[in-house]
């Protein structure tokens, strides 16, 4: 039987992606805009594609480049404590917190198909917990990957690393295993965004999080002088900064979020995530 829902839902898709310019006249052969006759037409046509892309990919490769910045701004300031620990930070910066933000990359991209599918199909309330489970999952996957944040030391030492090196790059790389456990927010709540194409605001909370990541360098390597340390903690600050900040959004601008977000702890089935217990509310 086809619900009222199935029905929106197909009529949704059979909508035109770009409007028609025939006169209102439906398109042949099911297509979503009517043929190109002329270069004129096809101009346009490219033209319309090209906005309608831009404006939804470039806040979010905007906000992948400020992802990126923190890191590079980070390195640049700690480029001028020394030659050690610049090569401390490349190798926790480039080896372990790469592997980590990757892993969680990828686990975190599957929250945007399924928030996809949830909100083309009009399952607004699901939004809510694919988003918590997904946090949850990558928590716990991140907390399962802290032993080579804390052992870095000694995985460098066994590949043959300089003592030296891998002594700095152990440090550093435990100094910045907070920040590892904000992406674990910051990948599901972007996902969760860019779902509904609320893009925008990940560009603009990028940013600041860029800002913030100078800014805090300046004054805690170059002013108060804390080396390493301080660029760390510039590191951990900035990557909480914009976990914090897309999930206030979140919850500042969902008007669902009081049905499918975190005040519904009950509907959170941990069941689905592999366990046999759930919360009892």
């Known amino acids: 039987m086809i619900t009222a829902m199935d029905g929106a839902v197909d009529m949704e898709a059979r909508r035109a992606l770009l409007p028609i310019a025939n ?4 398109p042949e052969h099911g297509d979503d805009a009517p043929a190109v006759q002329t270069a004129l037409e096809a101009a346009r046509m490219v033209w319309e594609e090209s906005k309608r892309l831009w404006a939804i990919g470039a806040p979010i490769a905007l906000s992948t480049l400020s992802m990126y910045a923190v890191s590079s701004i980070t390195q640049m300031f700690i480029g001028h404590l020394g030659n050690l620990p610049l090569a401390a930070a490349s190798i926790g910066l480039a080896v372990f917190a790469t592997f980590a933000i990757g892993f969680l990359l990828g686990m975190g991209s599957a929250l945007e198909t399924l928030c996809g599918q949830a909100f083309g199909a009009g399952h607004v309330a699901m939004l809510g917990v694919y988003l918590q489970r997904s946090c949850f999952i990558l928590v716990v996957s991140t907390a399962l990957m802290t ?3 804390v052992f870095a030391e000694t995985l460098l030492l066994l590949i043959g690393q300089d003592p030296s090196v891998a002594r700095e790059a152990g440090r550093f790389s435990l100094y910045i295993l907070p920040s590892i456990f904000a992406m674990a927010f ?3 709540t972007a996902k969760f965004l860019q779902a509904q194409s609320k893009v925008t605001v990940l560009a603009w909370i990028g940013i600041a999080g860029v800002l913030s990541n100078a800014v805090l360098n300046y004054l805690l390597v170059v002013i108060l002088g ?4 301080g660029a760390a903690a510039a590191y951990d600050i900035s990557y909480w900064f914009i ?6 959004y979140i919850v500042g601008w969902w008007d669902l979020v009081r049905h499918a977000l975190w005040y519904r702890a009950s509907d959170f089935d941990f069941a689905s995530c592999g366990l046999e217990n ?3 509310s």
């Open 226 to 229: 804390w080396g390493l340390a």
């Open 278 to 280: 759930r919360l009892e």
């Open 186 to 188: 910051i990948f599901p």
């Open 23 to 26: 006169g209102g006249e439906s």
């Open 243 to 248: 976990a914090l900040g897309q999930a206030a």
């Open 147 to 149: 032993p080579f944040f």
